[in-house]
């Protein structure tokens, strides 16, 4: 009954959406500024999403359906990629007690959360930590998409998220160099 409701819930999004296509401007979602701490020989990074889960979002998130968000981590030294690392936040609404549940994996965290604001806030903020790179300087880059969901109610058909974002993928990259003190 609810994946019903929720498929139907998410159509009437879509149909609003692709009905308002020519006006519907859709997020602009980025990173905000890399945040670095070097702890040992450990390195750890901090961004969140800004302006990634405005407009129809409420309405996706309290559909019933779990709405996932992928931070995909690449690491490059000397121009190669050496390491390359997906983490999923995803969010799944339970009506009947009006909470969502929410998994951070990059944390390794599972949460309840009452407040809409409260959720936005907490599955836009991203943490990363490694080991520091054999060499001195390298790249990293930090990007966020939104998975496409898929509507059993209406035939299994595929709803691409990322038209929410106006099909552009947020990205941060940034050049980090060891400090003289870490070796």
Same mark, same amino acid.
């Given at each position: =009954?609810?994946?019903? #409701?929720?498929?139907? @819930?998410?159509?009437?999004?879509?149909? &609003?959406? @692709? =009905?308002?296509?020519?006006?519907?401007? *859709?997020?602009?979602?980025?990173?905000?500024?890399?945040?670095?701490? /070097?702890?040992?020989?450990?390195?750890?990074? !901090?961004?969140?999403?800004?302006?990634?889960?405005?407009?129809? /979002?409420?309405? &996706?998130?309290?559909?019933?359906?779990?709405?996932? $968000?992928?931070?995909? $981590?690449?690491?490059?030294?000397?121009?190669?990629?050496?390491?390359?690392?997906?983490?999923?936040?995803? @969010? #799944? /609404?339970?009506?009947?007690?009006?909470?969502?549940?929410?998994?951070?994996?990059? !944390?390794?965290?599972?949460?309840?959360?009452?407040?809409?604001?409260? #959720? !936005?806030?907490?599955?836009? +903020? /991203?943490?990363?930590?490694?080991?520091?790179?054999?060499?001195?300087?390298?790249?990293?880059?930090?990007?966020?998409?939104?998975?496409?969901?898929?509507?059993?109610?209406? *035939?299994?058909?595929?709803?691409?998220?990322? =038209?929410?974002?106006?099909?552009?993928?947020?990205?941060?990259? +940034?050049?980090?160099?060891?400090?003289?003190?870490?070796?």
């Amino acid at each position: =009954m609810f994946q019903a #409701l929720s498929d139907k @819930v998410i159509s009437g999004l879509i149909s &609003l959406s @692709v =009905m308002l296509f020519s006006s519907y401007e *859709g997020n602009t979602a980025r990173f905000a500024d890399l945040e670095i701490t /070097f702890l040992q020989n450990r390195i750890i990074f !901090k961004t969140a999403l800004i302006d990634a889960f405005e407009n129809d /979002f409420e309405e &996706l998130f309290r559909s019933g359906q779990t709405i996932r $968000v992928i931070f995909t $981590v690449e690491i490059r030294e000397n121009g190669e990629l050496t390491s390359i690392s997906d983490y999923e936040h995803s @969010v #799944l /609404f339970d009506p009947l007690q009006q909470i969502y549940i929410v998994s951070l994996e990059d !944390k390794k965290e599972s949460l309840i959360i009452e407040d809409y604001l409260d #959720l !936005k806030n907490r599955i836009s +903020e /991203f943490e990363y930590s490694q080991h520091f790179p054999s060499s001195d300087t390298f790249q990293i880059q930090i990007s966020a998409n939104l998975p496409p969901l898929i509507l059993e109610a209406s *035939g299994n058909r595929e709803f691409d998220t990322m =038209m929410l974002w106006r099909f552009k993928t947020p990205r941060l990259r +940034e050049r980090i160099s060891r400090p003289e003190n870490e070796s």
